[in-house]
Nanobody
Framework: QVQLVESGGGLVQAGGSLRLSCAAS????????MSWYRQATGKQRELVAV??????????NYADSVKGRFTISRDNAKNTVFLQMNSLKPEDTAVYCC???????????????WGQGTQVTVSS
């Protein structure tokens, strides 16, 4: 079974930085795109950033609201994706979840797996 576990959330003042990590473990044959989503209270979940696999070019995409402030990266050897968040704003406050498109075995199809989420709170 596959598990995604996030870490690195917390409370930070506006203008500060946090680095989120999401490690995938379990039965993993291959991972394609890895991404971060967030959901603020009373709002819909939104895609924050996505990074494709190296075999797909490793390109990244960001929500307009975080461009220039957030950076997504991955360590393929450790099946881990990171989100470096700088110049944080109160409106970045949300629960951040990672998602990974994983093929558990060579003979299976691809599935999306989600982490449990980590709270990020930015005070003004």
């Amino acid at each position: 079974q596959v598990q995604l576990v996030e870490s690195g959330g917390g409370l930070v003042q506006a203008g500060g930085s946090l680095r989120l990590s999401c490690a995938a473990s379990g039965s993993i044959f291959s991972i394609r795109a890895m991404s971060w989503y967030r959901q603020a209270t009373g709002k819909q979940r939104e895609l924050v950033a996505v990074i494709n696999s190296a075999t797909s070019g490793g390109n990244t995409n960001y929500a307009d609201s975080v461009k220039g402030r957030f950076t997504i990266s991955r360590d393929n050897a450790k099946n881990t994706v990171f989100l470096q968040m700088n110049s944080l704003k109160p409106e970045d406050t949300a629960v951040y979840c990672c998602k990974a498109n994983i093929r558990p075995h060579a003979w299976t199809v691809w599935y999306d797996y989600w982490g449990q989420g980590t709270q990020v709170t930015v005070s003004s």
